[in-house]
């Protein structure tokens, strides 16, 4: 269980750099006595080399990936039968309990591109596998036992004639928290909340601020940054499904080490919703949680709130959540108006489609994020005030 493993840990497309600030981090906090060896990066994900308890250890501990890939093996191949052949030496007598997993194929200038045909050459090399070394019996009984969405799936990738194979050590994606949320129309997913809480927030000085959501929908922002360094144990893994990890005795003191803390970046978390229904449902989901959530109109006038405040807002997008009115550019100018009479803030964090080609002066922008929300192409803006 101690071996060193290579792990891809996957981040929204180009938010990789973000996600690494989380990692290192993270990792300081839970592995301060060893250095985190960092292999490689790409607008996809990091490539780490740790042990295995560490690398199964981040799918509780890390907020931003999607998930998390065991790199098993890496080698050419130009034909099926080779393929085959390679699949079938491989040690899953360690990683699978029987089953034929599910294979996610990705192929770039590959000789190899029938998705079929390779999942066929690996699941056939699979069972080739099992016939040479047969898979004991108590891990045929967990998987009668546990024939869930859970258990790992096979990732292969060929970039010309290189191919990666790796296995799935989540499950469900990562920003599946295991707790259930009740959501409103349009909500962000919680790893791109944690994503773009950090990049509002990483250079700030170490005071506590107030962080308000102004259009807090559902409470997805404010419920990430709250939990932010919360240890994940209300999920299963898929890691869990390894024979290494059924066979690993001191399971319950590996998981229990970890421990939860505050976010010390914030003293508050307000948030501000106008519709009644929505409203209900955020109340819900912030049951127990140091979150306040009330009803409130972004364009009402009303008092300055003093204090540190940071702002981040994902408002209404007209087409994705079926608006009839139109919304342009100035509704959003008009929003980050509004906010900086109500809320004077340090910082205010705001996602605008880009095709509404927002462009602040030089003068008032931090950072401007491009990414992908349900689809549609945004820009995570982070302003001075």
């Known amino acids: ?119 066929k050459a690996i699941t056939d090399g699979i069972e080739e596998s099992y016939r040479k070394q047969p898979v004991k019996k108590k891990y045929l009984d967990h998987f009668e036992a546990n024939k869930t969405n859970d258990l790992p799936k096979l990732y292969y990738r060929a970039v010309d004639d290189m191919i990666t194979i790796s296995i799935d050590t989540t499950g469900e994606l990562l920003h599946k928290r295991g707790d259930k949320l009740f959501t409103g129309l349009a909500p962000i997913r919680e790893s791109l909340a944690s994503i773009l809480l950090a990049a509002l927030t990483h250079d700030l000085d170490k005071k506590p601020y107030t962080l308000i959501d102004p259009m807090s929908g559902s ?16 999920r299963p893994f898929a890691y869990q499904h390894f024979p290494l990890w059924i066979d690993y005795a001191l399971k319950k003191q590996f998981i229990d080490k970890f421990k939860s803390a505050e976010n010390e970046k914030f003293s508050k978390y307000l948030g501000f919703e106008i519709n009644e229904e929505v409203l209900k449902l955020a109340i819900k989901n912030t049951v127990g949680k140091n979150i306040q959530i009330k009803k409130g109109d972004i364009f009402a006038k009303s008092e300055v709130l003093p204090g540190d405040n940071l702002i981040v807002i994902n408002p209404p997008y007209g087409l994705r959540v079926g608006e009839k009115s139109d919304i342009n550019v100035e509704y959003y100018k008009k929003i980050i108006q509004s906010v900086r009479e109500k809320y004077n803030p340090v910082r205010l964090g705001i996602i605008i489609p880009d095709e509404h080609r927002f462009n602040p002066a030089p003068k008032d922008l931090v950072a401007r994020i491009p990414f992908k929300n349900g689809g549609l192409p945004v820009i995570f803006y982070i302003l001075k005030n």
């Open 1 to 119: 269980m101690e071996t060193l493993a290579q792990f891809y840990i996957i981040y929204p497309l180009g938010l990789s750099d973000l996600g690494l600030m989380e990692l290192k981090e993270k990792w300081n906090i839970h592995y301060p006595a060893q250095k985190l060896e960092i292999l490689s990066e790409d607008e996809g994900g990091v490539l780490i080399n740790v042990t295995t308890l560490q690398g199964f250890s981040l799918n509780h501990i890390l907020r931003s990936p999607t998930r998390i890939l065991l790199r098993v093996a890496e080698f050419k191949a130009r034909d099926f039968p080779k393929l085959f052949n390679k699949i079938s030496k491989l040690p899953m007598k360690h990683l699978l309990i029987g089953q034929r997993p599910e294979v996610e194929a990705s192929a770039t200038n590959s000789k190899l591109f029938d998705s079929r045909k390779i999942e």
């Open 219 to 234: 409470g997805t922002f404010l419920i990430e940054a709250h939990d932010s360094y919360k240890i994940n144990n209300d």
